[in-house]
């Protein structure tokens, strides 16, 4: 049971026995647990960013994994709302494309695309849903064992999300070892930080409760950021490209001295 939990409880018992209001007084001495706060890797370099999700190849299955790569980078989905996405959620006919999402708490909401990303799903439509009505309760990104089709499991995007991971780490040893499909959504929170989204509009778009939890797991400058605002009114330190006005030669500067 956690500790702000208990102490509740003993505070209403308390309330009701006056005999354990010294128990009370003395589980409130008691300190929290502090864990040492620290910064969850995501993909700093864009460059590499880009070379994962463009590492499928150009075949059929690299079509769809792809779209995957793409659209959980793009909307900030994760892997399970993904995999619950039925065809009918698809609104891409539409002025403002977007996925109907059911997320946390089977809370709906509307998650807009990118026009990029739209034509990924598109492409992907027609190679794997060629020729089925656009309100379909079929899995939008399946399977197929034993001739049925079934809802690709989450176990199954990580294992995509890894594979085409490990192929890019071979150019790009600044990708993070390893990746998993919550790192994109975490990289591009912090990428629209970064980039001068405002942070209500970042807590919406990530269906985050509270504001804090963003700007806990999201809000961090980049060290390019850092150091450009650490150069602000720092003039003080000499940059060592000065001309020295004395030669380096011993002996000329012990003659200039009158020393020899």
Same mark, same amino acid.
């Given at each position: 049971?956690?500790?702000?939990?208990?102490?509740?409880?003993?505070?209403?018992?308390?309330?009701?026995?006056?005999?354990?209001?010294?128990?009370?007084?003395?589980?409130?001495?008691?300190?929290?647990?502090? %864990?040492?706060?620290?910064?969850?890797?995501?993909?700093?370099?864009?460059?590499?960013?880009?070379?994962?999700?463009?590492?499928?190849?150009?075949?059929?299955?690299?079509?769809?994994?792809? *779209?995957?790569?793409?659209?959980?980078?793009?909307?900030?989905?994760?892997?399970?709302?993904?995999?619950?996405?039925?065809?009918?959620?698809? /609104?891409?006919?539409?002025?403002?494309?977007?996925?109907?999402?059911?997320?946390?708490? /089977?809370?709906?909401?509307?998650?807009?695309?990118?026009?990029?990303?739209?034509?990924?799903?598109?492409?992907?439509?027609?190679?794997?849903?060629?020729?089925?009505?656009?309100?379909?309760?079929?899995?939008?990104?399946?399977?197929?064992?034993?001739?049925?089709?079934?809802? *690709?499991?989450?176990?199954? %995007?990580?294992?995509?999300?890894?594979?085409?991971?490990?192929?890019?780490?071979?150019?790009?040893?600044?990708?993070?070892?390893? %990746?998993?499909?919550?790192?994109?959504?975490?990289?591009?929170?912090?990428?629209?930080?970064?980039?001068?989204?405002?942070?209500?509009?970042?807590?919406?778009?990530?269906?985050?409760?509270?504001?804090?939890?963003?700007?806990?797991?999201?809000?961090?400058?980049?060290?390019?950021?850092?150091?450009?605002?650490?150069?602000?009114?720092?003039?003080?330190?000499?940059?060592?490209?000065?001309?020295?006005?004395?030669?380096?030669?011993?002996?000329?500067?012990?003659?200039?001295?009158?020393?020899?």
């Amino acid at each position: 049971m956690p500790c702000a939990a208990i102490k509740s409880y003993v505070r209403y018992a308390s309330s009701r026995d006056v005999s354990l209001q010294q128990v009370y007084l003395s589980i409130t001495d008691v300190p929290f647990l502090r %864990v040492e706060k620290k910064m969850r890797p995501i993909i700093e370099e864009r460059s590499t960013l880009k070379a994962f999700l463009d590492a499928p190849p150009n075949t059929r299955t690299g079509c769809r994994d792809t *779209m995957m790569l793409s659209v959980l980078f793009d909307t900030m989905i994760r892997a399970v709302e993904l995999i619950n996405i039925r065809l009918k959620d698809d /609104n891409l006919k539409v002025a403002a494309p977007y996925i109907l999402i059911k997320g946390k708490g /089977n809370k709906e909401r509307t998650v807009p695309i990118s026009e990029n990303v739209v034509s990924l799903i598109e492409a992907y439509m027609a190679e794997y849903h060629d020729g089925e009505s656009a309100g379909s309760s079929v899995p939008f990104i399946y399977t197929v064992s034993h001739g049925e089709i079934h809802s *690709m499991s989450e176990r199954n %995007v990580e294992r995509i999300v890894k594979k085409y991971a490990d192929i890019v780490r071979k150019d790009h040893q600044d990708l993070p070892n390893p %990746v998993y499909s919550y790192m994109l959504r975490r990289t591009r929170g912090t990428y629209l930080y970064r980039d001068g989204v405002a942070i209500e509009t970042i807590v919406l778009a990530m269906e985050h409760s509270s504001i804090q939890t963003t700007k806990d797991h999201y809000a961090f400058p980049s060290l390019e950021q850092k150091r450009k605002a650490m150069e602000i009114g720092n003039p003080v330190i000499s940059s060592g490209n000065e001309v020295p006005e004395w030669p380096d030669d011993e002996d000329e500067f012990a003659r200039l001295c009158g020393l020899r």
